[in-house]
């Protein structure tokens, strides 16, 4: 006589076996990817749940797992440093605009940040004191300078990138975060 083992036994068991054949590789793809630990499991689990969500229309679990897994890596510090311009964007936005009197703290942040956009490249510098400094939008800048709209975009994000790489060298983020300017 032969015992059926009904298909959703047979899908849990299978999926089990599978999370622990692929452990040490999810692991070594977390590491490598530096994701912090906080935020690994929280990567690596929704990546599980999407996996067992879709478990019967994946053909090859292992590939689609550990293919998924590295994208959500990427995703994950594609998203941080989103997070990361969208503040200094905020901060650039209010100690390069004009207007009221700053506080003494403020001048400080300005001057530290001058000093910052001095080392960037002279296209950089243009294009994020018209955007920053003027208040100008993408296409205004685009006109001005003679590039393509979706050009200024691309390369005022690249120049914000590299304003962002010079103050955290210089540790200028981490103490306006802290509440400790410079």
Do not use: H
């Amino acid at each position: 006589m032969t015992m059926t083992i009904p298909e959703e036994a047979q899908d849990n068991e299978n999926f089990e076996f599978l999370l622990k054949r692929v452990q040490p590789t999810l692991k070594q793809i977390l590491g490598r990817y530096q994701i912090p630990r906080e935020d690994a499991e929280d990567v690596l689990q929704d990546t599980l749940l999407t996996l067992l969500y879709k478990w019967e229309t994946v053909i090859k679990p292992e590939a689609w797992l550990i293919g998924t897994l590295r994208r959500r890596c990427i995703m994950y510090w594609r998203s941080r440093r989103s997070r990361l311009y969208e503040a200094v964007d905020e901060a650039i936005l209010e100690l390069m605009a004009e207007g009221q009197k700053p506080s003494q703290e403020n001048v400080t942040l300005r001057q530290d940040l001058e000093r910052t956009l001095a080392t960037l490249r002279p296209r950089c510098r243009t294009i994020l004191r018209l955007r920053y400094g003027l208040g100008l939008k993408p296409n205004e800048i685009a006109e001005r300078m003679g590039y393509r709209q979706s050009s200024v975009r691309k390369v005022a994000n690249r120049c914000l990138a590299a304003l962002v790489r010079q103050l955290v060298e210089v540790g200028f983020l981490q103490e306006v975060a802290n509440g400790r300017p410079r």
